[in-house]
């Protein structure tokens, strides 16, 4: 780095900063190790920016968390106290009543604060995981406008108690932490993307407590058959493993698994079989869910175009729905992680937060601690709790979906142990996972999230019953992700671009090999000067894929090889007059 020994210019601009060659010569090491302006990060410059977003992520999330956990307790502990003190809840009010109380004037600023971001110019509304899906593979970068909405008013809808999950802010956050430093970077598309995967894969596994499977399950998400930005794996986990571990020095947590599963015994061959059926029965379950939500995604996107305001009824809407159902089956309320204990008990105990805080206030309004939870509570709470999310999340309330399919596969893998009987371990796990790749296509980071989710059940037991557990639950995951295949609830979910099974993948080798002399003197190029020959509509190509090639539009120049491959692997293709 010594700029006399350089006589070019060029030469010296490579070097930087342009200080003086004896000064700080450790520091100008230590930033041309991390970033060389000008220049394209390289692998190692990847994963180092990895690590520092993975610092970010940790404090955001850990923040967030603390936010969360105080409007919680503010909400359902402090507020219930006051309105039970006063006369109004236990009184005038029975108990039960707190929960529209809360979630109706909460829908209602939910729709005005979406009112809001569409008329300020500077803010966006708070926008989607779809969205990020979309952009992500558009143009490898979320924009941070999305993030302040996201984050106010996902505060308010989770902390109301709304049946919506919060890894959508964690996602949007980290999305927008990842770009904007790779803008700063001035990085390419593909550079951006990959920070842009280290921001979502950190906050996202910083939440969960669980670094791979949060790095593999926002590696799957973008796409419909598992990961295909193969590049982005590695500085994925990095910025994974340092966001979960920065979330848990901060607050001081213990690492493990959030759930207790009950015991099971020896897992044999037919366990399988049983994690084929389960796989069958979530599939339908999950169908019904996706079906259902897009459909009315739709009537209320339809709605909100004919007139903007209506963004406040139709929130309205859900918050009345929300707290009905709320009311009758408090075990609806909230994204589910701590009520999925409950439900996994199999007994009313004091694990949600309606029960902790706000049923040690007004006791006489919740269920008995020693009551038994049999199948048909089961069927109640995970049908109610479908309908609530559906709702909630078609007419804009800000939040995920990760969180509740999770909740809802486990109330279904409960409902098929009470029938037959077979082990609710199983049962459980195997029906969280097919509910969650039906809906999200994200096989392998849903098999490892639940892997490391199960981390109670097994301390009595061997260790080779995790191995035992994931067989059986990957049979119902791969039975789910061929039966619902043509299920889409994210259409912004593709190939990659350059992937071998994209269309444009087709069309750009085309057009790659046309710019390309082929043999000898050029005698292998064939011009096309017109439209090639139509075919019959009996010989015309069933995939869309294979008809797309007829589309082209006209004086494109094709090599002989490439019309020699397409006559090999297309029987339909008669070769260019």
């Not at 996902?154 to 904007?180: T, W």
């Not at 080779?464 to 119902?476: D, E, G, I, K, Q």
């Not at 671009?497 to 082929?518: G, M, W, Y």
């Not at 008809?547 to 293709?573: F, H, M, V």
Request: aromatic share 12%; proline share 5%; hydrophobic share 45%.
């Amino acid at each position: 780095f010594d700029l006399t020994s350089f006589t070019n210019q060029e030469a010296m601009l490579e070097c930087w900063p342009p200080t003086k060659p004896t000064d700080g010569k450790w520091l100008r090491s230590i930033l041309y190790f991390t970033y060389r302006p000008g220049k394209q990060l390289t692998v190692v410059q990847l994963h180092i920016w990895g690590f520092i977003i993975g610092v970010v992520s940790g404090v955001f999330v850990w923040i967030y968390s603390k936010l969360l956990l105080f409007m919680l307790e503010f909400m359902w502990d402090q507020v219930p106290g006051w309105l039970h003190d006063a006369g109004i809840l236990g009184g005038r009010f029975p108990g039960y009543n707190y929960v529209w109380m809360v979630q109706i004037p909460v829908s209602i600023i939910i729709g005005l604060g979406l009112i809001v971001c569409t008329k300020i110019s500077w803010l966006r509304t708070p926008g989607s995981v779809g969205d990020a899906i979309f952009k992500l593979h558009s143009r490898g970068f979320i924009g941070a406008h999305h993030f302040i909405p996201m984050f106010v008013l996902s505060l308010l809808s989770l902390s109301s108690g709304a049946s919506v999950g919060p890894e959508a802010p964690m996602v949007i956050f980290g999305a927008a932490i990842g770009g904007k430093i790779g803008r700063w970077l001035g990085q390419d598309k593909e550079h951006l993307r990959v920070l842009t995967f280290c921001g979502m894969s950190g906050v996202l596994s910083a939440f969960f407590g669980l670094p791979l499977g949060g790095a593999l399950f926002v590696m799957e998400l973008p796409h419909r058959w598992s990961i295909q930005y193969y590049e982005a794996l590695s500085p994925s986990i990095m910025a994974s493993v340092i966001g979960v571990f920065i979330k848990y020095l901060i607050g001081n947590e213990v690492l493990g698994g959030h759930l207790m599963f009950p015991q099971i015994g020896e897992i044999r061959a037919y366990h399988m079989l049983q994690g084929l059926v389960i796989g069958i029965l979530g599939s339908a379950i999950a169908a019904v869910w996706a079906v259902v939500t897009y459909q009315l995604k739709h009537k209320v996107h339809d709605i909100i175009k004919w007139n903007r305001y209506s963004m406040v009824l139709l929130c309205l809407i859900g918050g009345i729905i929300g707290s009905v159902i709320g009311m009758a089956w408090p075990l609806t309320l909230f994204w589910g992680e701590r009520e999925a204990k409950t439900i996994l008990s199999g007994r009313y105990e004091s694990h949600s937060y309606y029960k902790e805080w706000f049923g040690a206030i007004i006791p006489e309004q919740t269920p008995g601690t020693n009551a038994t939870m049999e199948w048909y509570d089961y069927a109640q709470v995970g049908g109610m709790k479908m309908l609530a999310t559906s709702i909630q999340i078609s007419v804009g309330y800000p939040a995920g979906i990760i969180f509740p399919l999770f909740y809802i596969g486990s109330v279904w893998g409960m409902f098929v142990a009470r029938i037959t009987q077979w082990s609710p371990t199983l049962c459980a796990l195997s029906m969280m996972g097919a509910v969650e790749v039906a809906v999200t296509r994200t096989p392998w980071g849903t098999a490892v999230v639940l892997l490391q989710l199960q981390g109670a059940f097994a301390k009595n037991q061997d260790d080779n019953y995790y191995l035992a557990v994931l067989t059986v639950m990957t049979t119902s995951i791969l039975v789910t992700l061929v039966l619902t295949r043509y299920l889409v609830y994210y259409p912004e979910q593709k190939n990659r671009d350059d992937h071998p099974f994209s269309i444009s993948a087709a069309e750009r080798r085309a057009k790659q090999e046309a710019s390309v002399l082929v043999g000898e003197e050029g005698s292998s190029l064939l011009h096309r000067t017109g439209p090639l020959p139509a075919l019959g509509s009996e010989d015309r190509p069933e995939k869309k894929k294979d008809k797309g090639l007829w589309e082209r539009e006209a004086n494109t120049i094709y090599s002989a090889s490439y019309l020699q491959d397409l006559a090999e692997t297309n029987p339909w293709w008669s070769g260019p007059e």
